[in-house]
């Protein structure tokens, strides 16, 4: 009979050998949803305690990616309750003064110009853009992530995709966004 030590190990191998692949899909779907460095590292490993903690609650392990972006969410939602996070006003000043190139500074500008309009999104509509767009989740995985019917995330995707492009019209940027048939 194996020993309680060994079961730990076999375990703690296991979610390892699963997050590996992952980790670093994990990390930027941190950064993507807390837009800080610090704070993204701090969700992310809360998150890498509380998967390896779980485990063998997972049934599916083709579902891993899935299982631990839920809980990289719920962890930040978590966060988010516990304190108001005010927008550093000094970042993009910092960016300003650092860039060398023009092509480099527009870079810095639409970067930080669609992080802002994200942040106009409701927080909702924002995660399912992320996880869809960015991190290239199907509808089916947004769901299941976020909890909600395929048909809700759908909605959210759509509303997210109208809003932006009303939000980079006015700033005079007309086709950022890929269209709604992708």
Same mark, same amino acid.
């Given at each position: 009979?194996?020993?309680?030590?060994?079961?730990?190990?076999?375990?703690?191998?296991?979610?390892?050998?699963?997050?590996?692949?992952?980790?670093?899909?994990?990390?930027?779907?941190?950064?993507?949803?807390?837009?800080?460095?610090?704070?993204?590292?701090?969700?992310?490993?809360?998150?890498?305690?509380?998967?390896?903690?779980?485990?063998?609650?997972?049934?599916?392990?083709?579902?891993?990616? +899935?299982? &631990?972006?839920?809980?990289?969410?719920? =962890?930040?939602? %978590?966060?988010? $309750?516990? *304190?108001? @996070?005010?927008?550093?006003?000094?970042?993009?000043?910092?960016?300003?003064?650092?860039?060398?190139?023009?092509?480099?500074?527009?870079?810095?500008?639409?970067?930080?110009?669609?992080?802002?309009?994200?942040?106009?999104?409701?927080?909702?509509?924002?995660?399912?853009?992320?996880?869809?767009?960015?991190?290239?989740?199907?509808?089916?995985?947004?769901? +299941?992530? &976020?909890?909600?019917?395929?048909?809700? =995330?759908?909605? %959210?995707?759509? $509303?997210? *995709?109208? @809003?932006?492009?009303?939000?980079?019209?006015?700033?005079?940027?007309?086709?950022?966004?890929?269209?709604?048939?992708?």
């Amino acid at each position: 009979m194996a020993s309680r030590q060994e079961l730990t190990d076999a375990r703690n191998e296991r979610f390892l050998a699963l997050l590996k692949p992952v980790d670093a899909d994990c990390q930027r779907w941190a950064y993507s949803l807390t837009q800080d460095k610090e704070d993204a590292d701090d969700v992310y490993a809360q998150s890498v305690l509380i998967g390896l903690e779980h485990i063998h609650q997972l049934k599916n392990e083709a579902a891993f990616k +899935t299982w &631990m972006f839920r809980i990289i969410a719920n =962890v930040h939602r %978590l966060m988010i $309750r516990q *304190r108001k @996070r005010q927008p550093d006003p000094m970042e993009q000043e910092k960016l300003d003064r650092t860039a060398t190139t023009d092509d480099w500074a527009e870079q810095v500008h639409l970067r930080t110009m669609v992080k802002r309009i994200l942040k106009m999104l409701s927080p909702d509509q924002r995660q399912a853009l992320v996880l869809f767009e960015q991190h290239g989740l199907s509808i089916r995985e947004v769901s +299941t992530v &976020m909890a909600k019917k395929e048909t809700a =995330v759908r909605v %959210l995707l759509h $509303r997210a *995709r109208q @809003r932006m492009a009303e939000l980079l019209k006015k700033e005079g940027i007309e086709s950022m966004l890929p269209s709604e048939g992708s």
